[in-house]
């Protein structure tokens, strides 16, 4: 049941960013190709006694006139499916977000689908605000948590700052020392840490390790922005004193300002995230991983040793 309701939502969405694809052009597009009929943006009518294969209206409803006959199915995203008397449909009537309206002496042969209650809610939204509005309420809120997050992180970046000195100062200089390493252990981390919950997800071991690869996960991203945040800092307030608090209140408050641009935002920060934790892995695991390579380097030496006493 979540999944059919998830597809419908994925549905509505992808047929929503169609729209926005397709609105440069004036007014409400329809295509007819093979007997199939396709209305972006507008209502569709199928024609008295027409004989089409499908007929689809992308926010619009579809119309199906008396003694039309639709071979396939009849779907309409964000609108009504209307059959006239004597109308009939051979495949499915879908409206998704809105109603089946059929009138005495209609016929149709497959399932008649209307969506989930999410479904009609999510495109009342859109109908009611608009495609411009809906993207201006999804970008306040988006920014509203964005420097909520950003807040809360300066906040406890400055309290770890004065409890212990030396660990973002430490993270931020790996990665500004090893760039390419920590971008790599944190793309591989974000990685591995995908295909363990996929792996591990709906068992009892999901259950007693997952909670807390999450929070460990959570921290690692705060510790991450927060060392990223005084690493922009560093670069942007070279004082004399170099003092980490102005520093890091100034990355942070960088980070804010990008983070608020549309999309390229969302991506720039994305990007201070992998790099972020990979400081933190790199951090903890590349002293480790490099113990471990010279140890195993000795036999070999040893053994190249021996050979040419």
């Not at 007819?32 to 294969?53: A, H, I």
């Not at 113990?291 to 195993?296: A, D, G, I």
Request: aromatic share 6%.
């Amino acid at each position: 049941m979540i999944w059919k309701q998830s597809r419908q939502l994925i549905l509505v969405l992808l047929s929503f960013l169609m729209v926005i694809f397709l609105s440069g052009t004036a007014g409400a597009q329809k295509y007819e190709n093979n007997n199939d009929l396709v209305r972006f943006g507008g209502d569709l009518t199928v024609s008295q006694k027409q004989v089409v294969k499908d007929a689809t209206a992308i926010w619009g409803s579809v119309t199906v006139l008396p003694e039309a006959r639709v071979t396939g199915d009849a779907v309409a995203i964000g609108g009504d499916v209307v059959l006239k008397k004597g109308a009939s449909v051979n495949g499915d009537v879908v409206a998704l977000g809105g109603e089946v309206i059929r009138a005495a002496g209609t016929q149709i042969g497959g399932d008649i689908v209307t969506g989930s209650q999410e479904v009609k809610n999510t495109i009342y939204l859109f109908r009611r605000w608009g495609i411009q509005g809906v993207l201006a309420r999804i970008y306040l809120f988006s920014a509203g948590f964005h420097l909520l997050a950003i807040l809360a992180i300066a906040v406890l970046g400055v309290l770890l700052l004065l409890l212990i000195p030396n660990l973002l100062p430490t993270i931020a200089s790996t990665i500004n020392q090893t760039p390419l390493k920590s971008g790599a252990w944190g793309l591989g981390g974000a990685i591995a840490l995908i295909l363990l919950s996929v792996l591990i997800s709906g068992s009892i071991l999901g259950m007693l390790i997952l909670p807390v690869v999450h929070l460990a996960v959570f921290i690692a991203g705060f510790l991450g922005t927060a060392s990223m945040g005084l690493l922009i800092g560093q670069k942007t307030l070279t004082t004399p004193d170099r003092k980490p608090i102005p520093q890091f209140l100034v990355g942070s408050l960088i980070l804010a300002l990008i983070g608020l641009i549309p999309l390229m935002g969302g991506l720039f920060l994305l990007v201070v995230n992998i790099f972020g934790f990979g400081g933190i892995l790199a951090s903890l695991l590349e002293p480790k991983r490099q113990q471990w390579l010279r140890r195993k380097s000795l036999p070999n030496n040893n053994v190249r040793g021996g050979v040419n006493e």
